[in-house]
């Protein structure tokens, strides 16, 4: 049983440039909660990954960081929110280099990796989300 | 006679009573009407109060919102600071990167190139707490359009925690040198260079000399002894 939703911090995301301070402030957060540098770094990297898609692909959306628990355990939550055309073909977007942007198409597979969790759901009428944790 | 002059004093002492008794509201309302004044005015105070503070904490975010601002780089600023040493061009970034900016940093150093005579090219990444898959392909492809133009470039400042999500991310990083500090990256790139043997050869005679100027010191305070 995970438990959700303290302190909760809302990153709105609509220019390129807000990419780097979502990042910023995840790093921040991650930090403030408890996290080795190293992972700061990683959270970080994650964030700017999923920020980047948003901009590139829906322009505009939000980022939502949380504190979980789970047992004994603390960590992060990133839920990563746009209302734009959604992911075609979700299997495909998870392969390593494959992008329909000319981008080097690591994105999500790579947010997968620097994260210990990972969904995501995605449709034509909603837009994508992505959820994303990491336990301390 | 006697009723008349009964009834003209309890006249009189009515009279008397309802002078005193408007008199006493006269006087009443007029403390109250002050202390309405007064309170009226306290209120305002406060409110004028409560309004400055909210500006100077509206103009606190707004400074602290600025202050973030100008931490990560903006693409409009056109300069970039380079500089020129032991025949290396270091590119010091101390910012956080858009994508605009890191493109603009590219633009700016590939105009630079062709008027210098270098040994090579040194981006110093130090100040950038977040390198994700974007901002490394637009350095990856910078450092392959510098060595088109015929330099090598070294990468230093990363920490680990940089190298480990570029690792995580799995981008490619065959075709990129890195150093741990700019002084590494520097003999990386001049280790060639007559001048470096010949400071390296000077500091090390000067070593030796105060290795034998330590060495008679200890003798002479340990001759008395």
Known sequence: MIHKGKNITKLELSHEVDVAYAALDAKTYAKRIGFATKDQY???????????NII????????FLSTIDQD????????ADDSGPGIHDLEKAM??????????????PGTKRLMDDFQISSSSAEGTTVTVRKWI | MTDDSGYKRAYERQKAAREKAEQLLETRSRELYESHAILAKANEDLRIQKETAESATKATSELLTTMLRTSVSDS???SIVMYETQGCLVVPIQEELSKYSA??????????IPASSLEGVIIDLTGVAVIDSILWDVFSKTIQMIKMLGYPTVITGLNPGVVASIIYLNVDIDNVTTALQLEDALS??????DLEVTEASSAESLGIENIHEA???????NDPA
């Not at chain 1, 990683?42 to 980047?52: D, H, N, P």
């Not at chain 1, 692909?57 to 980022?63: D, R």
């Not at chain 1, 392969?95 to 999500?108: A, K, P, Q």
């Not at chain 2, 060495?215 to 305070?221: I, M």
């Open chain 1, 42 to 52: 990683l959270i970080s990297t994650a964030v700017s990954e999923l920020a980047r």
């Open chain 1, 56 to 63: 590139t692909y829906a322009s505009k959306g939000c980022i």
């Open chain 1, 72 to 79: 004994l355990k603390k960590g992060i939550e990133v839920v």
């Open chain 1, 95 to 108: 392969l390593d280099n494959f992008s329909t942007r000319g981008t080097l198409g690591v994105g999500l």
């Open chain 2, 76 to 78: 409009k600023s056109d």
């Open chain 2, 103 to 112: 493109h603009h940093i590219q633009r700016k150093v590939l105009e630079r």
């Open chain 2, 188 to 193: 990386l790139l001049t280790k060639a260079s």
């Open chain 2, 215 to 221: 060495v008679a010191e200890k003798g002479t305070n």
